[in-house]
């Protein structure tokens, strides 16, 4: 079953330039996606007036945040790829208290036991320095606790055939399956010289 996973995953790798220059990957798992954080930023409103700041604090069962994200990559990113992670809530004491409140609505939870959205787009990308459309998350306060806007990771593929394949690659050694010869090996299948080489 092992050597069959790999044997899949090469020949994914192998098979997946496409003529825009891009990958076409068979909907890799939610966890095997490279996290773009740096480069894809997600921007977190209240989606109403801002319920736990200002000089009067006020504690409410239920607040909502709209979230979306920016490119600021030089690439574009697979749209249907991008996912929002909800990675911690943390108190205005800056104790974490994720474990106190209920994130609602999600669409699913990570290996890590960590919820996330998927970003709606009715484009097949989004653009180097574009927004996305924007996500409602609603967490519920049973204890009324007073606490920032969750912290927010993204997740999904960027359309560099270098950088998506790296960082997919690189999560799969992580795992253990594949091997660091076999990712280099796949790396280079994949590469924009690798048909050129004789």
Avoid: W
């Amino acid at each position: 079953m092992t050597i069959m996973k790999k044997t899949s995953m090469l020949s994914l790798l192998t098979l997946g330039c496409a003529v825009s220059g891009g990958l076409v990957f068979a909907n890799p798992s939610v966890d095997d996606l490279p996290d773009l954080t740096g480069g894809v930023v997600p921007i977190v409103q209240y989606k109403n007036s801002e319920p736990l700041s200002g000089t009067n604090l006020t504690s409410v069962s239920e607040v909502e945040y709209t979230v979306k994200v920016r490119n600021q990559t030089g690439d574009p990113v697979l749209a249907d790829s991008l996912i929002l992670v909800v990675d911690a809530v943390k108190e205005i004491s800056g104790k974490e208290i994720s474990d106190r409140v209920k994130i609602e609505g999600f669409d699913g939870i990570t290996a890590e036991g960590k919820p996330f959205f998927y970003i709606p787009s009715s484009d097949a990308e989004l653009a180097p320095y574009s927004e996305s459309e924007s996500v409602t998350i609603r967490v519920s306060n049973p204890d009324y606790l007073r606490f920032f806007p969750p912290s927010i990771r993204v997740r999904g593929l960027r359309r560099s055939p270098g950088e998506a394949v790296k960082g997919l690659l690189e999560s799969l050694v992580q795992k253990g399956i594949l091997a660091p010869e076999e990712a280099a090996n796949a790396l280079r299948a994949t590469s924009p010289t690798a048909s050129t080489n004789p």
